[in-house]
C-alpha cells in the first residue's frame, strides 16, 4: 500500500516545489497539499488539496485521518525578515505549528515527520566560515531563536517519545518558479527578476555580503533524500547542515553579466544587512555526507544558468 503525505504550507515558495516533486515520487493522489490559501494553478489541479491552518491542531487531525496520512513535512512558517515586523505572530506561527505536528507523531497518528529548520539558527558568535554541526548558537532574529528552539523540540520528542522527526538547516534557496518571499536571502531570487524586467537592482545587502545559497532543486532532492533514508542513518535528530554555494551579491552580479552584459547594480542596505551579517558565510555540512549521502549538484554558474534558461519561459513580466 502506498504511502500518504501531507504537505502544510503547500503553497510556499519551498512547499509548492516540493509537493510537485513529492507527487512524481509518490503519485498525485497520495500527496495532500495543504495550506491557509490555495496555491498555483498547477498545484491546485495536479492532486488533493484542504485548506488548512497550520495553528489549528484539530484540523490537521481530521485530515490525517481523512486521508491516512503516513507522513507530515511541516513547511508553514514566517521567514526572517517578514518575522522581525510581527515577532509574537512569527513565535506563534512557528512554534505552535510545529507542536501540534509533533504531537500527532507522539500520539502515533502519523509515522514520521518532516521540519526545516535554517541557517537562522546561528548568530553573530557562530563561526562565520565552514560552520560546523555542532556549534555555539546564538540567533539575533524571532526566525531564528524559532528554529532554534524547534530543534531542540524535535530532538526531545525523538528522545524522550520515539517520534521520528527529521530536519535539514536551509540556506538561502533559490528558484525560477516562486516569487520571492520574506526572507533575508530572497534578494538572491528577486535579482533575477529585477534583471529581466528592468536590467538594473537595488541589493538591500552590501556587496561584500557572502551567505550559504542552494539552487531549488536540490533543497528539494536533500527534503525527499533525508526522509527516504533509513532511520539508522539519521544520527542527528535536532537538524543537518547542508551547503550549496556561498557567494555575494557583488558576485551573483558578475555571473548575472555574462548572459546580461549591461545589467546594473546598486546598493542600499536596510534593516536585513543586520540578519544577513549574523549568519555564517559557509556551511561544513560532512555529517550530512557521511550518514545519508548527502551532496549538492549546482554551482553558481550553472545556477545562473539554469535562471536564464527558466524564468523567460514563464509570463510573469
Known sequence: MAKT?????????????????????????????????????ELMVSGPFEILDAMDASRIDTICAQYFVDEVYL??????ATGEKFPKKAWDLNMNSLFNVLDLAKEGKVSKVFWPSSIAVFGPTTPSENTPQKTIMEPSTVYGISKQTGERWCEYYHNK???DVRSIRYPGLI???????????????????????????????EEDTMLPMMYMEDAIRATIEIMKAPASSI????????????????????????????????????FRQQIADSWPGSIDDSQAHNDWGWNHYYDLESMVTEMFTQLPKRSIF
Open 5 to 41: 503525505i501531507l504537505i502544510i504550507g503547500a503553497c510556499g515558495q519551498i512547499g509548492t516545489e516540493l509537493t510537485m516533486a513529492l507527487r512524481k515520487v509518490y503519485g498525485s493522489k497520495n500527496v495532500v497539499a495543504a495550506d491557509i490559501r490555495e496555491g498555483s494553478d
Open 75 to 80: 513547511m508553514a512558517a514566517m521567514l526572517s
Open 161 to 163: 517519545y520515539g517520534v
Open 175 to 205: 528558484s525560477w518558479k516562486a516569487q520571492p518571499g520574506g526572507g533575508t536571502t530572497d534578494y538572491a531570487v528577486d535579482i533575477f527578476h529585477q534583471a529581466l524586467e528592468h536590467n538594473k537592482f537595488e541589493c538591500f545587502l
Open 235 to 270: 544520527k542527528d535528530r535536532s537538524a543537518y547542515n547542508i551547503a550549496g554555494i556561498s557567494f555575494t551579491p557583488a558576485e551573483i552580479a558578475a555571473e548575472i553579466r555574462k548572459h546580461q552584459p549591461t545589467f546594473e547594480i546598486t546598493y542600499k542596505p536596510d
